[in-house]
């Protein structure tokens, strides 16, 4: 009679991937994420000074949810002593708050799909998955730029146009945008994000010298507040076609992303692992906080 022996083949596929066919970096990507968009995202102030990012999503559609209420403020006249003692209430009529739940959509998209072969990677795959992680969240940030730049076109309550780059319409166009946050009781730090054009006719205009207590520092060509503005340089690439300028109160609006995957797997067509990585990302502001956004049209663009 034959004995019959069970042999565990599981331990005999014990290896140097320690019995993982895929392993998940995405709260590796994550901080590596958030870290990057911090210094190199050119509108992160906008956002509140990073980007909110969430490893392990499964949720492909609703982002989150935010309480939202359209019930106005009523502000009475005053205590009514004169109502009698149970006849009505000396506070006024009674108006209810009620929140309702406002879901915020993921709207776009990014992924990644790259092969690591031992063969031809030349380093330690540590090492390779280390510096392709740190490349991917740059390139990503530079896809975050390009999208933020457009939502916030988008999400603009208020157009100014400039006529041209003279400091006689650079000086029109500031006084506007100043009297402008000044009429709707804008509170919080005023920025203005603009092209080389527009970044050089501040840089050079009569108003910049210590004379006038402005905050330029000619020497080191920057620019710290023109008007109670404080200006930042960024590629025109960034603005729509047309514009040139975006002024907004710092933290106005809320970028994020969710991870769906960030991961290794054992490749089949060669020998080494796939890369990959995919995820869902969005842009949200308050109705009511597009009108502390402005952006600057110029004629002839």
Not at 14 to 43: I, P, T
Not at 49 to 60: F, K, P, R, W, Y
Request: include cysteine; charge should be neutral; proline fraction near 2%.
């Amino acid at each position: 009679m034959k004995k019959i022996i069970a042999i565990n083949l599981q331990l005999f596929a014990a290896g140097e991937n320690n019995d993982q066919s895929a392993r998940s970096y995405q709260l590796e990507f994550k901080k590596m994420l958030q870290a990057v968009f911090k210094k190199q995202s050119y509108f992160a102030d906008f956002f509140g000074g990073g980007i909110e990012a969430l490893d392990g999503v499964q949720e492909n559609e609703t982002a989150f949810y935010v309480k939202t209420s359209d019930i106005p403020c009523v502000v009475g006249d005053g205590y009514k002593k004169e109502t009698g003692l149970g006849t009505g209430s000396r506070f006024g009529d009674i108006t209810e708050v009620i929140y309702s739940n406002t879901p915020v959509n993921y709207s776009w998209g990014w992924n990644w799909h790259e092969g690591i072969d031992r063969h031809t990677v030349n380093n330690n795959f540590d090492s390779a998955v280390a510096d392709r992680l740190e490349i991917q969240a740059r390139e990503k940030t530079k896809k975050f730029n390009t999208k933020h730049g457009a939502f916030i076109s988008a999400s603009a309550g208020k157009t100014e146009a400039l006529a041209d780059y003279s400091a006689n319409a650079v000086l029109a166009l500031f006084n506007a945008l100043s009297a402008y946050y000044t009429d709707i009781e804008a509170v919080g730090t005023l920025k203005a994000k603009v092209n080389s054009d527009l970044y050089n006719a501040i840089v050079d205009h009569p108003l910049t010298t210590s004379a006038k207590g402005s905050g330029a520092n000619i020497d080191k060509n920057g620019i710290v507040e023109f008007k109670g503005f404080i200006i930042e340089k960024i590629p025109a690439s960034l603005f729509a076609k047309g514009e040139c300028c975006y002024t907004y109160v710092a933290g106005v609006g809320k970028a994020f992303t969710g991870i769906n995957t960030a991961r290794t797997v054992a490749a089949i067509d060669f020998d080494g692992v796939a890369f990959q990585g995919a995820g869902r990302a969005g842009e949200y502001i308050l109705p009511n906080n597009k009108k502390a956004v402005c952006k600057v049209t110029i004629a002839g663009a």
